[in-house]
């Protein structure tokens, strides 16, 4: 399964990219992933973002996956690329990866944030 991530390239920008998380079929209807060394996970509730942090990038220190599950955001990266998420879409973050998350919507966006050990070349099983 491909899902939205954020990549490093060779010096040290972060850009738009996908990566692919290898699934095991359970049956014709479900697939689900091997088990993952994942940190914690936990639940983030953010209010809309104000117009004046437009430019202001940050970064995790830990790989995670986020997942919108209500509200939506916008991670721009620092190419200037964008990914959109809208709730039930994930994105990988890569540790090291600097970026500006937005929160616009017309209700507080809700994320499921899974973190994973180590800062850059988490790789999923």
């Not at 998350?101 to 944030?113: F, H």
């Given at each position: 399964m491909k899902i939205c991530a954020m990549g490093m390239d060779a010096n040290g920008r972060s850009?738009?990219?996908h990566v692919d998380i290898p699934l095991i079929g359970?049956?014709?209807?479900?697939?689900?992933?091997?088990?993952q060394d994942a940190v914690y996970w936990g639940l983030a509730f953010n209010q809309n973002?104000?117009?004046?942090?437009?430019?202001?990038?940050?970064?995790?220190?830990?790989?995670?996956?986020v997942g919108v599950m209500s509200g939506h955001a916008e991670?721009?990266?620092?190419?200037?690329?964008v990914c959109r998420?809208?709730?039930?879409e994930f994105?990988?973050?890569h540790g090291r990866?600097?970026?500006h998350?937005?929160?616009?919507?017309?209700?507080?966006?809700?994320?499921?944030?899974v973190t994973f050990p180590g800062t850059a070349g988490f790789t999923f099983k």
């Open positions: 850009f738009a990219t359970v049956n014709e209807m479900e697939a689900v992933s091997a088990k973002s104000p117009l004046n942090n437009e430019y202001e990038m940050h970064l995790t220190n830990q790989p995670r996956i991670i721009t990266m620092q190419d200037g690329e998420l809208a709730p039930g994105i990988f973050v990866a600097l970026h998350s937005t929160m616009r919507s017309t209700v507080p966006t809700t994320t499921l944030n």
